[in-house]
Structures are given as structure tokens and as C-alpha cells.
């Protein structure tokens, strides 16, 4: 089983399976390099970016995370302006810190390639590390993959995966079928389920305490992304930031109603995808593409229902872990892989349960919030204008947070009784995406990012 803390990490944008997911694997060769003894030997790295890297790498920001996860920086804890710095000061001088310990001679114009129109075999998102002695022989070389939400596995692993857990949980469920008939013949919550089997890793305060670590990263980001000036994001589309206009805006008015709250959920989707964009700190929950839906329903639960309070927070976030697990377990949650209904979708299926469960539905209830989150998602393509995580995805988060909301009290309205089940529309998610044209996957060769022009 996948740990719900697996689900939400703290990182920097603005993309998980493009920034985030190639940090971490370079961080990993160079770890792997230092634990085999071989740092004081490596004169030259080269990484070759494939698939959906390599052709949008520049808008995403993946050489600049290459270049940071071989420096030994982790996205959880990297200084997004020490990063810049670091940029900056590479371009100037060709030379890295490897693993943090030994300088090499690095120029990324020459030391990192973008293969535009080349995949791997094994994902669409691929990176091939290799490194070199100061005669030009092969010390180590290896190939990972970015399968969404920042996760990485190697060649080997995703040809073999590897061997379950010793410590099995007590409530394993790979369907939400599974997930409603163990919640009922065990008298249990969603999120207390999914609490039983977190305790196979840690105990209740620890869990709480990440938790409420990652939800007070949520409340920073949507903070920061309210009080910055107005400003252009950064990527040449020359697209304004409207958060911190619009919170002028909300802040200053003292009308009510439904249009006033749905503005509110706007103005939170907004400021954490801004945010993102721009390459700030923020959760992966479950992508960055997609950061901006839970963060926005969660502030919808604190701010206008009554009776709020943190404890709701963790059953939100627990809730929606199951989801998240789910949709990785059954489908995907990779914009190269299925598109964006694999992130935005997925996001806002994961924010209907969540929402559902903090205000008190049944676990069939839950699930049903959950299908509709994701069924009314389905196709969604992913076709960055420019590469870029900008358009469409800042303004889509705002429009799915929204509906994540309608589709929790839509749920609550029911006894949990539907038609489509949640399996059905995972299932129908996966499917679609396999059906899915490459160029609406997440390459910019399709769709809005060829209709839009950009100069």
C-alpha cells in the first residue's frame, strides 16, 4: 500500500513529474555515486532528457532540477532563491558541486540534452544520467523514469518491481469497492481506515504532526501567493499574477453569497498554482500541476464552514488520500502518461472525498463525492501552452476546485447510492488515457499549445 504522506510532499514547482520527479532522480545518481566510492573520480556528467522531458524540459524547469538534484539538493528542502542563485552562478562559472562534496566541470548547454521528439520504452517521462572519468570512461550510468506526483523508479524497477512489504496493513483495499465494504463491516471511517494502516509506519501523533506540517505549507503558499505584487510569472507568455488583485478585491468587499465563495475558491486555486508556477515552495498533492484544487477546497472547509476545525483538516487530507492511492494503484496520475485528467481530475476526486468525509458523509457517501470528482474530468487533456504550467493549468485548478466542492455536497445530498461506481471511472480514466493521442499528453504538440499564438 501507498502511505497517504506519500501523496502529498512538500517540493517546488512547477511541475512534479518535471521538476520534482528528475531532482530526486539525479539526487539519486549522485548519492548512488557517492556510495560507490566513485565521486572523487567524476570529471563530467551528462544527462539526456526523453519523452514528454525533453520536450517540454525548458517550460518545466527540468534542467534547472537536474542540475539542483545533482548539486545533492532534495525538492522538500531546497531554498527556491539559493537555487536560483546556484543557477546563476553555474551559468557564469561551468562548475557544479557534485553530491555537495566535489566540483566537476558542468556546462549545461553541452551536458544536457532535450531529445524533442525520442521516448524510452518504459514512460513517457525518462532521464539517462551518465558519468565520466577525466578520460572520457564510463563510470556509472542509469536510466529512471518520472511516473507522476514526483515519484521515480529505475529501468530495473519498473521492469521488476520490488517485493511487497514484510509489514503488511490491516486494511489493504485496491478498489473502492473494497475500500466502502471494509469501512462498513468494520465500523469505520474513511479516514480512520486509512489511519489503521498508517500505523504501520508511524504513530497517531506523528501522522498528525506531517500532516498538519503539510497543511500549514498549503496556508503559506496560498499567504504568499495573495501578498505578492503584481507581477509577470516567469516563462516568456507574460501572464499576471491575479491572486493578490483579487484578494484586494475579496478582501475589500463586504458582499456575501454563493458568488462571493466561489470567488474565494478561485482566489485560493490561483494563488498556489501562481505560486507554482513560479517555481515556489508548495505541496505535490497529488501533482504540482494540480496543487492549487485540495489547498483551495480546504480553505473553502475552514473559512465557510461552520464548526472547522484542524481535526477536519486530517480527516479531509486522510480521505483523500485513499482516493489518490487508488487512481496511482489503478490508473495514473501523469499528464504524460493520461493526460490531465490524471491531475486535475485526479486533485479534484481527491478534494470531493476529502471534503465529504470532513463533513461527516458515509464512506459510501465518500466514494460517491470521489466519482463524480473524477467523472466529470474524463478526456481532459493536457497541452501546455508553451510548456509551460500556466495556461491552461492555473485557471483550470480554480474551475476544478469549484466542482470538487459541488461534487461533495451533491454526494451529500444522496445515500451514496449511483450508477457509475468509482472503479468504473478509474477505470474508464486509465482506458481514455491509453486511447489518448501523444500530443494532447503533456508534449505541447497539440491542442491549446499549437492554437494559441505566442508571439
Known sequence: MISALDLFSIGIGPSSSHTVGPMRAARRFAGDLEQAGLLEDVARVRAELFGSLGATGRGHGTDKAVILGLAGEAPESVDPDAADRLIAELSE?????LANRTWIGFDPSADITLHLRRALPGHPNGITLTAYDAAGALLHEGTYYSIGGGFIVTEDELRQPP??????????????????????????????????????????????SELGSIWQV?????????????EILPGGLQVRRRAPRLYRELSADSGAGHASVMEWVDLYALAVNEENAAGRRMVTEPTNGAAGIIPAVLHY???????????????????????????????????????CQGEVGSA???????????????????????EIGIEHNLGLTCDPVGGLVQIPCIERNAIASNKAINAALMALR?????????????RTMRDTGADMMTKYKETSEGGLAVNVVLC
Open 348 to 370: 479534484c476526486s481527491m478534494a470531493a472525498a476529502g471534503l465529504a468525509e470532513a463533513l461527516g458523509a458515509t464512506p459510501a457517501q465518500v466514494e460517491h463525492a470521489a
Open 218 to 230: 498549503m496556508q503559506e503558499c496560498v499567504a504568499n501567493g495573495c501578498r505578492h505584487d503584481e
Open 301 to 339: 472547509y475552514m473559512r465557510f464552514v461552520p464548526g472547522a476545525d484542524q481535526a477536519g483538516v486530517i480527516r479531509f487530507l486522510l480521505a483523500a488520500s485513499a482516493i489518490g492511492i487508488l487512481i496511482k494503484t489503478n490508473a495514473s496520475i501523469s499528464g504524460a502518461e493520461v493526460g
Open 163 to 208: 517485493a511487497a512489504a514484510t509489514d503488511p496493513v490491516p486494511y489493504p483495499f485496491s478498489s473502492g469497492d473494497e475500500l466502502v465494504a471494509m469501512c462498513q463491516e468494520n465500523g469505520l471511517r474513511v479516514s480512520e481506515l486509512v489511519r489503521c494502516n498508517e500505523r504501520t509506519w508511524r504513530t497517531d501523533a506523528e501522522l498528525d
Open 414 to 426: 444522496g445515500d451514496g447510492t449511483h450508477r457509475v461506481s468509482l472503479d468504473q471511472a478509474i
Open 93 to 97: 562559472s561551468h562548475r557544479l558541486r
